[in-house]
T-cell receptor, first 111, second 113 residues
């Protein structure tokens, strides 16, 4: 089983739609969770951190379910500019943090 | 405020050759991590440098080595290149206690023929 798994997609959704991605992780000791966004042929950029209580940033909502070991990202009112690959990131506890990326979920928002 | 910079942007090598990639961290950051991203995959952690020492390593062979300089810049060296080493190599910098907030450079695209 991979340490971090994501549905690669692509998810093709119309503008204005709501879309959700899940990401599962295998290490129950994982402590920190993030979503990164990567545009085609560009570097990944931090989208948001994921907290146990869940967190929201505008149209984006991230949630963590430790019992089932998954994190989710919800995008409301999708925009064309949301088209990108969304990477789930998990780091373990401890001083030196080896960051593990998922393979990414590709989102294409269609006019 | 300069972000993370990497050089070169593109590189073409042949099998068996050696390559050196360079990274300058974001101003104020002293921790540098290197990743390999194959086409269609997520970035794979190679190693991390802090205080000029490698302090964490992913599942990469010894052909992959690195170095960090006193000014926190870093190099990634790959020896005996294989076709499978063709990928985007990303450098990310951070503070040591907030490694999760990593800032990535634009990457170096390496093609091995």
């Amino acid at each position: 089983r991979k340490e971090v798994e994501q549905d690669p997609g692509p998810f093709n959704v119309p503008e204005g739609a709501t879309v959700a991605f899940n990401c599962t992780y295998s290490n129950s000791a994982s402590q920190s969770f993030f979503w990164y966004r990567q545009d085609c042929r560009k570097e990944p950029k931090l989208l948001m951190s994921v907290y146990s209580s869940g967190n929201e940033d505008g149209r984006f909502t991230a949630q963590l379910n430790r019992a089932s070991q998954y994190i989710s990202l919800l995008i409301r009112d999708s925009k064309l500019s949301d088209s990108a690959t969304y990477l789930c990131v998990v780091t373990p506890s401890g001083g030196y943090q080896k960051v593990t990326f998922g393979t990414g979920t590709k989102l294409q928002v269609i006019p | 405020d300069a972000g993370v910079t990497q050089s070169p942007t593109h590189l073409i090598k042949t099998r068996g050759q050696q390559v050196t990639l360079r990274c300058s961290p974001k101003s104020g950051h002293d921790t540098v991590s290197w990743y390999q991203q194959a086409l269609g995959q997520g970035p794979q952690f190679i190693f991390q440098y802090y205080e000029e020492e490698e302090r964490q390593r992913g599942n990469f062979p010894d052909r992959f080595s690195g170095h960090q300089f006193p000014n926190y810049s870093s190099e990634l060296n790959v020896n005996a290149l294989l076709l499978g080493d063709s990928a985007l190599y990303l450098c990310a910098s951070s503070f040591p206690d907030y490694q999760e907030t990593q800032y990535f450079g634009p990457g170096t695209r390496l093609l091995v023929l």
